[in-house]
């Protein structure tokens, strides 16, 4: 069996890692999304947005993964697993998933910012959050940037390319976590459904996938994918 998880910030709010919203506290509580997550932000105030990417690659290191991402992790003893993801940590990875696609690319891999060469050097350390810290300098002279996708900017091609391939390809889909409307990954459950392809939601809050899908559980992923592959058939009928 092939089966493809689509994940989003539900799966991992349960190891108790902070919505992006909820991370706005403190020293960041009046900080604008748009001017930390967008490209444009990075240009007008780059130590700023490399000082909240620093901190939160530095607070995932307390996070372990959750029940949810240890049985994903597990099916893959019983079958071909692959996770589309739309989390920047690394917690499917930490769990034991070997097949693991970042939608949005990840808070552990850095690169500049002008010949997007990856970069693998030291990075100083943010035992609490501040405002500011000046980022590396690349040999080119730019500057090193977190690995994510910015509002604005485009998904990268390989990870989409290969979710996409992992979603036509399953023998059914699972949605775990995810609000369904941020796009495209959005539009990647309603590709499997479009071709027939069976489609689980995992979620305690419905979506506006919710009416689509071929069943939905009003649940949380710790809760309900320890054990869900084996239900699969008798679910599915």
């Known amino acids: 069996m092939q089966v493809t998880v ?8 349960e190891s108790g890692v902070p919505t992006f919203r909820d991370v706005e506290t403190g020293l960041w509580a009046k900080v604008d999304p748009y001017e930390i997550s967008s490209s ?5 105030h780059p130590d ?27 099916w893959e003893d019983g ?12 917690l499917h990875e930490r769990a034991g ?10 808070l552990f891999h850095f690169r500049c910012d002008r010949c997007n ?5 030291p990075l100083p350390e943010m035992p609490q959050p501040v405002e500011s810290v000046d980022p590396p300098v690349c040999s080119c002279g730019g500057l090193i940037r977190p690995n ?3 509002f604005g900017e485009q998904l990268p091609t390989e990870a989409w390319d290969r979710s996409v391939e992992a979603v036509t390809q399953a023998d059914v889909a699972i949605v775990v976590g995810t609000s369904s409307i941020v796009y495209p990954a959005a539009g990647l ?15 305690p809050e419905r979506t506006p996938l919710t009416d689509r899908v071929t069943l939905s559980l009003r649940e949380t992923a710790a809760t309900t994918l320890p054990g869900l592959l084996q239900r699969l058939p008798a679910l599915l009928g």
């Open 48 to 74: 700023k947005v490399w000082a909240w990417y620093l901190w939160r690659h530095y607070m995932m290191k307390a996070v372990a993964p959750n029940d949810g991402h240890r049985a994903v992790a597990a």
């Open 79 to 90: 079958a071909q697993v692959r996770v589309v993801t739309q989390n920047v940590d690394d």
């Open 97 to 106: 998933s070997t097949e693991v696609y970042h939608l949005h690319g990840s």
């Open 40 to 44: 444009d932000g990075w240009r007008r």
């Open 6 to 13: 689509l994940s989003g910030a539900g799966m991992s709010a």
């Open 117 to 121: 060469v990856a970069y693998d050097g």
């Open 148 to 150: 994510v996708v910015w």
């Open 189 to 203: 459950p309603e590709l499997a459904l479009a071709q027939g392809i069976p489609v689980i939601e995992v979620n």
